[in-house]
């Protein structure tokens, strides 16, 4: 068998391929929002509105204070004491707090998360032991998504459609049974794995959207069938990823395809995106560790 026949495995079968060995995973995380959220959570962090959350910082109160942050505002008012005490006849006070010494707490809480895994399992994974490899990354995220007490969920796309493996859920010891279990075969329809993907996501987010997001895209990106007959896959593919950046879903893109001679057009896919682009070597070695922390 030629490298060219190894290139492209007969579509027309299945074929199971192991999980390759999980690798360390550092600091796998989701950045802090930057929008007002509550919520529970292990990996993400964000300002809370309300008394609840850990005290990080002090602000000048931006209307009525309910939350006084005393310290601080101690502080602020310590420096002007004595010209306070010896004007105002208040000298027997032990402290003069005025309206401008006012400080209020910023309080930081913790949200929930949700990784979404979307995997390519066409055919065109089968050659140089792709899934194999990919296999093991996505068993590695899986392995910190637990630590880090995340929500996981999965999805493959292989032949004409893509279909869920695994709604969102806590267990990521089913979820790791679900990869095991996938096969490989058929062609690659990315379109339709990025909708799907989509469609999750929304459908979590109308359950609570306070909830942090990040879609994780596995795939060689060699789409080669659409939802729309007159469209081309591959344009179609990135008029969905401009919706999924629309709607606020941080993504990672994570490129399995292998060897000198690429196609390269998963980077453009991750720019409609708005999120990173790393091949499959990039996150075996330590650039892992920055993967969600620069999904932004």
């Not at 002090?58 to 009525?64: D, E, I, M």
């Not at 637990?146 to 010891?173: C, H, I, W």
């Amino acid at each position: 068998m030629t490298d060219g026949q190894q290139e492209q495995p007969d579509s027309s079968t299945e074929t199971h391929f192991e999980t390759g060995a999980p690798f360390e995973v550092k600091d796998f995380r989701l950045p802090k929002e930057k929008e007002m959220k509550d919520g529970a959570g292990r990996r993400s962090k964000t300002v809370s509105r309300d008394k609840r959350g850990r005290y990080t910082k002090s602000s000048l109160p931006g209307g009525k204070v309910s939350d006084i942050a005393f310290d601080a505002t101690f502080r602020a008012a310590a420096p002007h004491q004595l010209d306070r005490g010896q004007g105002s006849g208040v000298r027997g006070r032990k402290m003069v707090i005025e309206r401008q010494d006012i400080r209020e707490k910023v309080r930081e809480k913790k949200i929930g998360n949700l990784v979404l895994f979307v995997v390519d399992s066409s055919g065109s994974m089968g050659a140089s032991q792709r899934m194999t490899a990919a296999k093991g990354a996505i068993f590695s995220l899986l392995i910190d998504s637990y630590q880090k007490r995340d929500r996981v969920g999965m999805l493959a796309f292989k032949g004409n459609k893509a279909e869920v493996l695994l709604p969102p859920t806590n267990s990521v010891e089913l979820a790791s049974a679900r990869l095991e279990e996938l096969p490989t075969g058929g062609k690659t329809p990315l379109s339709s794995g990025l909708q799907l993907g989509l469609d999750i996501i929304r459908r979590e987010l109308r359950k609570d959207e306070r909830l942090a997001t990040l879609m994780v895209l596995v795939t060689d990106g060699k789409a080669n069938v659409s939802i729309r007959k007159e469209a081309k896959p591959f344009e179609e593919a990135r008029e969905i990823a401009a919706k999924i950046k629309s709607a606020g879903v941080k993504s990672i893109v994570i490129d399995t395809e292998t060897g000198f001679v690429r196609l390269g057009r998963l980077q453009e896919l991750s720019q409609g995106l708005g999120g990173r682009y790393y091949s499959l070597e990039d996150i075996k070695a330590e650039a892992i560790s920055t993967l969600v922390k620069e999904a932004i």
